[in-house]
């Protein structure tokens, strides 16, 4: 059953939910806004973006089936030391998390420090950065998933078809445009630039995996490959700079003309010796344009300058490259030979709908909201045993707030329901899953769907097993776009009904 009662008495994984959401330290309150879609970032697609936040380490483990070796995506090494691991969270959204070694960001503040920075970022070029977890020795990362591995496996280890020239030139581009865009946002830095982290999305697009602008670790090591692909200063000094950054492009560059790891004094004296066409690519079998392979060589010889003043700098990289593109009518992932990506959405439950679901899968606000006018607190257990507690002010205001809240809730005043809710929530004796489903409905009906989504995030955390916290979530997902994610919670709150029906038929 779902409750209304003293905070005390709740089990103790619900208190850490609870604290995480309302303690978050200044810093996170500031930065805690709306999610943002890439359509507004840099003009994307549209795709949504959710708002950088927190992670609990229980989150993460049950993402990932307990750090399941089956969900390992990228393997550890001597040299780098920490595993990505494929996971999927609660609200259906699919995520990459990176674990760090526990030796590794032994300071937590200086590791939010850095994943906060990154987390500002939010570009179409990006596999952009999503959260974070902190706790005891743990840190980890998690970041948008790419479902179509990396650059790497696509252009030294292919299995049915190499990467075509257009398709090159296009990957060249769109991570020139991801430097440039972190350089105007103040993140020039990007550590150990190569092609295992140059990533393909559902889309077949290549995007910059973000892990590579957080700092490795403690010790400041920065490139785990081999030294033959190092920036020279960089073995002068150890320091990452934004010139460095631009001479790791360059060998990116050499990978997507040769097809094969050369090692750039190699590459160079190819060049000086005007052996271009002995660096290219032998399985594209000559289907380029000459004169556009000249011009990349050309970059590429520029990025691997010795002295770092004499490397272009990102917007000369995107400025172009940019006039080499073709085929923009053509899709990635038609180019990769990628089967399109598409979430099927679940079989539509088998067991009739009750009302509320009817409601739900209409997207029908007007009818959820009577059924929880109707429904009133009939699912919070015995809303009003609290004679063995003091009935301080503090009580009875806060009972005061959501008796408003109800009212507003009832007289459709949703702005005034949100406010007086947030009071009850705020005070934290009580907690009400209820409310929590209420305030998500006024949320939807105030165009604020990501606030939805959180409150029926939350009323499920309070009762696991509430088909209507299962439902709101299934319309928050569904004014959010994510129709597939949508469905699946839709038919997840049906099978908990047909559940709970069976239960009740049983006793």
């Not at 001597?78 to 996971?87: A, F, M, Q, R, S």
């Not at 179509?148 to 581009?173: C, G, P, S, Y």
């Not at 865009?181 to 140059?198: F, I, M, T």
């Amino acid at each position: 059953m779902g409750c209304c009662c003293c905070k005390s008495s709740l089990q103790p994984e619900i208190q850490q939910t609870e604290e995480k959401w309302s303690n978050q330290s200044q810093h996170q309150q500031q930065r805690r806004r709306p999610s943002l879609t890439l359509q507004a970032a840099e003009g994307g697609g549209g795709r949504e973006v959710p708002a950088f936040d927190q992670f609990s380490l229980a989150e993460l483990r049950a993402a990932t089936d307990g750090f399941s070796p089956n969900n390992v995506v990228s393997e550890s090494s001597d040299k780098t030391p920490n595993v990505v691991y494929k996971g999927r969270l609660q609200n259906r959204r699919w995520i990459a998390v990176k674990k760090f070694s526990r030796t590794a960001w032994p300071d937590p503040k200086q590791f939010a420090e850095e994943a906060w920075g990154v987390g500002k970022l939010r570009y179409r070029r990006l596999a952009n950065l999503i959260g974070y977890c902190c706790e005891g020795d743990e840190r980890l990362l998690v970041a948008e998933y790419m479902p179509n591995d990396t650059l790497a496996k696509h252009l030294f280890h292919w299995e049915n078809q190499t990467i075509e020239w257009a398709m090159r030139l296009r990957v060249a581009f769109y991570i020139a445009e991801a430097l440039n865009y972190c350089s105007n946002e103040e993140r020039p830095l990007y550590h150990d630039l190569n092609a295992y982290r140059v990533l393909f999305d559902e889309d077949g697009d290549p995007r910059l995996s973000c892990f590579g602008l957080m700092k490795n670790s403690r010790d400041g090591k920065s490139y785990s490959t081999n030294l033959a692909y190092t920036p020279p200063e960089y073995l002068r000094n150890g320091r990452v700079t934004p010139e460095s950054v631009i001479f790791s492009f360059g060998t990116v560059l050499l990978d997507l003309l040769s097809g094969k790891r050369i090692p750039p004094s190699r590459a160079l004296d190819m060049i000086r010796d005007k052996n271009t066409l002995v660096l290219m690519d032998s399985h594209l079998e000559g289907n380029f344009s000459t004169e556009e392979a000249t011009t990349l060589v050309d970059l590429a010889s520029q990025c691997l300058q010795s002295e770092p003043r004499d490397r272009p700098n990102s917007k000369k990289l995107v400025a172009t490259l940019g006039p080499l593109q073709s085929k923009s009518e053509v899709p990635s992932y038609v180019m990769m030979g990628f089967e399109k990506q598409r979430e099927e959405a679940p079989p539509p439950p088998q067991q009739p709908l009750s009302p509320m679901g009817e409601a739900c899968s209409r997207m029908d606000l007007t009818a959820i909201h009577q059924i929880l006018v109707m429904t009133h607190y009939r699912d919070d257990e015995v809303t009003n045993e609290l004679s063995f507690q003091e009935w301080t002010q503090q009580m009875r205001d806060m009972l005061e707030a959501r008796k408003r809240g109800d009212f507003a809730f009832r007289d459709k005043e949703f702005k005034t329901a949100i406010e007086c809710y947030s009071q009850f929530i705020d005070v934290g004796t009580m907690i009400s899953p209820t409310v929590y489903a209420r305030r998500s409905l006024c949320h939807l009906l105030c165009d604020q769907p990501d606030a939805a989504l959180r409150d029926a995030m939350q009323a499920q955390c309070l009762y696991p097993d509430w088909p209507t916290a299962f439902y709101m979530q299934a319309v928050a997902l569904a004014k959010l776009n994510m129709q597939g994610d949508s469905q699946d919670m839709l038919q997840e709150a049906a099978m908990l009904e047909e559940k709970r029906q069976k239960n009740t038929r049983g006793s």
